[in-house]
């Protein structure tokens, strides 16, 4: 009883991961999940640790409850699925169907009362599931980052490289006009142009 009260609490932690990797999409849809898995989670167990009503009358409705959670995020998954949106996080998404698929699988063994398998070894396989993928996931997205970092450093060094060629091209021929202006400071006699010369020898020093 008490293990199947705790596997009450597994829905929320999935749902919350299942909300961030979406990014705010379905945030209605998601908070309502939540707020089902949470209700879920605390009302079945209150209601039978303070004797009112014994959990075996409401076994079902807890189940029913999960496999309604359990629909809904198959349906979530398949629906961004179908707009183009999870290129991002595609291993997560077969690793959470995977799991849902065999939570589903758990939850019809239960309430179909066949006993097909040992209970909870399709939760537990599915959940194996999940976490390979995720670990998938995760390397799938480190190795993007590294090569997106490695591209960034990239394009930095080419940045650099372009304004260093570039300040050599553009000190060439500054350098050359001060020479003139130095030629023309010498052999000038004019007084305005004079003042030219020199307020272009006080731009060049500052620019070089």
């Not at 209150?46 to 309604?68: R, W």
């Not at 849902?100 to 398998?117: K, R, T």
């Not at 394009?155 to 202006?181: D, Q, V, W, Y």
């Not at 020898?201 to 620019?207: A, L, N, P, V």
Request: hydrophobic share 55%.
């Amino acid at each position: 009883l008490l293990s199947f009260l705790l596997c009450l609490m597994i829905p929320l932690g999935l749902i919350i991961y299942l909300s961030s990797i979406l990014r705010g999409r379905y945030r209605r849809c998601m908070a309502a999940a939540i707020v089902i898995a949470i209700l879920n989670a605390v009302v079945w167990p209150f209601l039978h640790f303070s004797g009112i009503l014994d959990f075996y009358y409401m076994v079902d409705i807890a189940n029913a409850v999960l496999v309604i959670l359990v629909v809904a995020g198959i349906a979530i998954l398949t629906i961004d699925a179908l707009k183009g949106n999870i290129d991002d996080y595609r291993y997560t998404v077969i690793g959470f169907l995977g799991f849902l698929a065999a939570c589903l699988f758990e939850l019809m063994n239960i309430l179909l009362a066949g006993s097909i398998i040992k209970d909870a070894v399709p939760m537990v396989m599915g959940l194996g599931f999940l976490l390979t993928f995720i670990v998938i996931q995760q390397v799938n997205d480190l190795r993007k980052m590294n090569e997106e970092k490695q591209h960034a450093i990239d394009i930095s060094e080419a940045k650099t490289r372009f304004l260093a060629s570039m300040s050599h091209e553009i000190r060439t021929p500054i350098n050359a006009i001060l020479g003139m202006n130095e030629m023309i400071l010498r052999e000038n006699n004019d007084k305005t142009i004079e003042e030219y010369s020199k307020n272009i020898k006080t731009s060049g020093k500052m620019i070089s």
